[in-house]
């Protein structure tokens, strides 16, 4: 079982399945011509979902959220211009920046993966990027970043900041988004996806919310109709399905929360998480542990943090036979 890439494990529900079916086979009457490149129905949906009193015309996307952050990259990074992270964080970052041609910088975070206020201004001051990507909750790790920080290096710097929010749907209901902090601040964008929380990986749809102008930028980057009708039909109809669609997140907390425990229990570290996976540490053999449970049927990920690997919450029998897995090798150093 692939417990690796952080996808959602549960395949769309049938009811949700059938009404996309439907609104694909619409479109498709239509597919003789090019789709709206607007996605104005899209972008609708999009607002509706997110609330926090955005329209259409705060939303962009793509097709998945890596092509959305490819687009303000595209947009505002390039030659001669860095982009700064706080490391260790999502791997496309850096990939996504060079391939516009531009730096990345990786920063530092504390003991435990966490961001300050304080250590986050001094870091951003010192470095004075074009872009800042900060990714809530953070992708190896699983750590939450506070709105302060947000705030707080927004405010140090005169560059774009950009929230990568694709977890955001797995953190505690009352965590409040970084959309809240959107109104007045023109160079802030809010990235989410449809990957994670809405079982979508395969479809490939992310999105962003910012300022109208920061929208206008974007489209001065993308290829002439970047989303395909299909694709937009299909999104539109799992949005209008939103709360069947995140039925699964709660039961998918649950697993990440009993794999935390369970993985104490063993004698690893596992570190705090409000996203769909669990980082731990205490693993005194990467690869080989890796390689054991790979031989036992079960795929997880080594980030190469040293002495540490992470796991994707599955499904519940797909956690049970993680965690008997792993018991199983026993080799919490
Ligand atoms: C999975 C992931 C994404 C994007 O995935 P797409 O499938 O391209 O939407 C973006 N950011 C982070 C941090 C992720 O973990």
């Not at 900041?161 to 965590?175: M, N, R, S, T």
């Not at 989303?227 to 299909?234: D, E, H, I, K, V």
Request: charged share 20%; net charge negative; aromatic share 8%.
């Amino acid at each position: 079982m692939a417990l690796n890439v952080n996808e959602n494990t549960h395949p769309v529900p049938e009811g949700v399945a059938s009404d996309i079916l439907d609104e694909i086979a619409v479109a498709l009457h239509d597919v003789n011509r090019y789709p709206d490149r607007e996605f104005t129905e899209l972008r609708e949906g999009f607002a509706n979902y997110l609330g926090h009193g955005l329209e259409a015309k705060n939303i962009w996307a793509g097709n998945g959220s890596n092509e959305v952050l490819q687009h303000i990259l595209q947009a505002f990074a390039g030659p001669g211009r860095t982009v700064f992270g706080f490391a260790p964080t999502y791997s496309m970052y850096p990939l996504l920046a060079q391939g516009t041609g531009a730096t990345w910088v990786a920063g530092t975070r504390h003991p435990d993966y966490e961001v300050t206020v304080d250590d986050a201004v001094a870091q951003v001051r010192d470095n004075d990027p074009d872009v800042i990507l900060l990714c809530s909750p953070n992708n190896p790790t699983g750590t939450p970043l506070s709105l302060d920080v947000v705030e707080a290096v927004y405010e140090a710097s005169s560059g774009i900041v950009i929230v990568d929010e694709a977890y955001q749907e797995f953190a505690p209901k009352d965590a409040p988004s970084a959309l809240s902090l959107r109104e007045g601040r023109p160079r802030l964008a809010v990235s989410r996806t449809m990957s994670k929380a809405f079982a979508f990986a395969g479809a490939r749809v992310g999105y962003l919310a910012a300022d109208p102008a920061f929208i206008d930028a974007l489209r001065l980057v993308r290829l002439p109709y970047h989303l395909s009708a299909l694709t937009q039909a299909a999104a539109v109809a799992a949005l209008r399905n939103a709360p069947t669609m995140l039925a699964m997140v709660d039961e998918i907390v649950g697993q990440r929360d009993r794999i935390s425990a369970t993985l104490e229990a063993l004698g690893y570290t596992p570190h705090p998480s409000w996203a769909n996976f669990v980082l731990f540490g205490g693993v005194s053999d990467p690869s080989a542990t890796w390689r054991a449970l790979y031989d036992k049927g079960v795929l997880i990920r080594d980030v190469g943090i040293p002495q540490h690997l992470r796991v994707t919450a599955g499904t519940e029998a797909e956690t049970t036979a993680f965690l008997d897995a792993l018991a199983s090798i026993g080799s919490a150093s």
